[in-house]
């Protein structure tokens, strides 16, 4: 393709909204506007990875550090929209919502009798941890939400110290919605003082460390009253026990027990799926040095950048267009820089949007024959026969 034709305008500075370096170079480079819209020089590159994507070895052809499970790819970036739990020791690695982690029960003791203390403005398990005292692990976290599908009250019980996850509730019951303060007090329970003891009509759901947790303290259901003392299973029934928290970093690997790490990521692919725009920004956040984007071979949108500089004597541009046409009939995917810019710009932009190789056709080597060739990131230039430029560069493919 022709430079004007993809109406490329590098930038000569970073955009003041980059987070990361690889979006400040693709933004340079004009892959990418600040507003992360693609552009047809980014396009290209987009069909580029389209097609390599059918090769079995895709993934190791781009060079990128992944870390991946059975389902699904993932680079870790700071600027990532997901968050994954992974262990170095194992590899164990899980989008966080859904992950699994060793969990350990408190140390047992007696169960004794359950108790009801007020405990005015304490509708957190901060507040109520402060006020009675407590770890917040010996407290019970209320959660009550209505299945979608038919409206049943579900009332969910988790450690105090722990965080539901909504993904991993959703997997066990189904689609569900915050109830209503109608839904909650029909089901005779208290917002902010709410426990499953006494309830009527309500599904009752706990993450598989409740029953191993005696003597929690939970909600009396009646504002300002907690109850000290409750126990799964002898003061309510739970209808669903399973693993309802979600893991954090430093939380010990279910598999072999290291400590687990949370990190910021972008999914690259699923089974199903390539997620093409966080691969052509995960290779530009490994593949880039001081002067531009340094894609790998395969990965390129462009196998060779071509310009000319204008001559004085001999038409460059006319040499330049025979070798592009060339070139394009033997396949090669070529990026003509066919503006009439100072040698220096086009240089610049060479290195910015980072071809594997560039080719310049300039009249002081044309008089001898001889256009130049730069592999990129090498210092060192070589002189080719005009005439062999083709065979040249297929022996570097
Ligand atoms: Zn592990």
Redesign the pocket.
Known sequence: MKYRDLSIQTQREFPNNARTQGFGWLVRAEYLTRENQILPLGQQALMRLQDLSKEPDFFSRLSLLVISNETETYFPISTGDIEIIH??????TERIELAKFKKTALAGEEQLPIEKVLTPDCSTIETLANFLNLPKEKTAKALMYTRTSDNQFIFVVVRGDMNLSEAKLRNTIGEFRLATPEEISQAGAAPGYASPVGLTGALIVVDDLIPQSSNLAAGANEAGYHLLNTNCGRDYSPEIIADLVQAKSGDP??????S?TSISAISLATRSEFYFENILLALAEIHHYDKGLAFPKSAAPFDVYLMHIAGKEIDTRAKAEEIYDQLQSAGFAILFDDRDERAGVKFNDADLIGCPIRVTVGEKNLRNGMVELKPRRDAENSLVNSGEILSVLQNLK
């Open positions: 262990c170095e020791s194992c590899k164990y690997c279910e598999q072999c027990g290291n687990l």
